[in-house]
């Protein structure tokens, strides 16, 4: 129910926590043991785990009616069907190649879970662009974390952890959320909402391709600073003496475009969507969002084999942040195609 009435606010308490514990694990996890650190995150997730379970039934404030996932699918197979048998094209005598799929059509579904599918179906797009947008805020915990071990975490004696470098990211959603949230409690209406969620996409996903511009750029820059031996989980190893700070300009482009995008994509599917849907809707934009960290994480580790095992040969990482530059550039131009529509 949070997430329908404010999305900002919801995802502004999840980055707050989110800050919180990346700072106390890091901490732990450097300063006390290494094990601890890891075993807080288990213990936390399994905790949770048992918590949902044993409040599932104050959750569910009402059982889902109408559409589900097997419907969506079932009038989308069902629609297909009648159009092989019938041996129409698509823009046959209907307005839409889903209205066969309606009783009147000879489809078996009724007329709102066909103009609800119709809804859902006009969104892929939006949901698709999830994998590749994904793929980007995955470098946070794998191509920037990577940068950030091969830099100088030395500030004036004190090791910095390198997942605290990951807070970074969340400020710019704890100062920008609640701005955001105003703008739309006070701002928009119906006529406006629309071209205010698409632009604030475009400008999160221009954010994003920004930063990989910066994380290549100061990966070049990185390479004329001379090399200092650094300890780091108690092996010795020889980084950079560029300190780990001059990273944040990534971090902090890669923070204003979770706090544009994320929060607008649930926006736009519980504005634009009816009730019966929404469910529907929310699994397919977690699925793309899904495949986008497994699309990240793959093509990371393609980078890890290319360099033969060692971070050290920095080529390669810039090379990686210059494909996913040219990725996100197109994802750009695409967007904004998707604009006047």
């Avoid at 010795?236 to 544009?260: D, F, W």
């Avoid at 942040?321 to 131009?333: A, E, G, M, T, Y």
Wanted: glycine share 6%; aromatic share 10%.
């Amino acid at each position: 129910m949070i997430v329908a009435i404010s999305p900002y606010r919801f995802h502004w308490l999840v980055n707050l926590s989110s800050a919180i514990v990346f700072i106390s694990i890091s901490y732990i996890q450097q300063s006390v043991a290494q094990n601890l650190g890891f075993l807080i995150p288990f213990v936390s997730i399994l905790m949770g785990l048992i918590t949902i379970h044993m409040a599932r039934s104050e959750m569910i404030y009402q059982p889902p009616k109408g559409n589900c996932l097997l419907t969506v699918c079932g009038i989308i197979i069902n629609a297909l069907k009648v159009c092989c048998v019938q041996c129409r094209y698509f823009s046959g005598n209907v307005a839409n190649w889903l209205d066969h799929a309606k009783e009147n059509y000879g489809g078996h579904y009724t007329e709102t879970q066909v103009e609800n599918t119709k809804l859902l179906i006009r969104l892929f797009p939006l949901f698709a662009f999830q994998i590749l947008y994904r793929s980007c805020v995955m470098q946070i915990p794998s191509g920037y974390n990577i940068q950030t071990m091969n830099s100088n975490l030395n500030l004036n004696g004190f090791l910095l952890p390198i997942a605290a470098m990951n807070v970074i990211s969340i400020l710019p959603f704890l100062i920008l959320a609640p701005l955001l949230e105003c703008v739309n409690a006070c701002l928009l209406n119906a006529k406006t909402s629309g071209w205010y969620s698409m632009i604030c996409i475009v400008v999160g996903n221009t954010s994003a391709t920004l930063s990989m511009v910066v994380a290549g750029c100061l990966e070049l820059r990185r390479k004329h600073f001379p090399l200092v031996e650094q300890m780091l989980s108690g092996k010795a190893l020889l980084v950079s003496s560029m300190p780990c700070l001059h990273l944040a300009p990534q971090y902090l482009l890669l923070g204003i475009a979770e706090t544009l995008v994320t929060p607008t994509c649930v926006f736009i599917t519980f504005r634009f969507l009816p009730g019966q849907i929404r469910g529907v809707a929310m699994q397919i934009l977690a699925f793309f969002n899904g495949t986008g960290c497994i699309m990240g994480a793959f093509l990371i580790q393609t980078t890890y084999i290319g360099s033969q095992g060692k971070w050290e040969n920095i080529q390669n990482l810039e090379r990686y942040f210059s494909v996913l530059f040219l990725i996100f550039h197109l994802l750009s131009l695409y967007l904004l195609l998707l604009l006047p529509g």
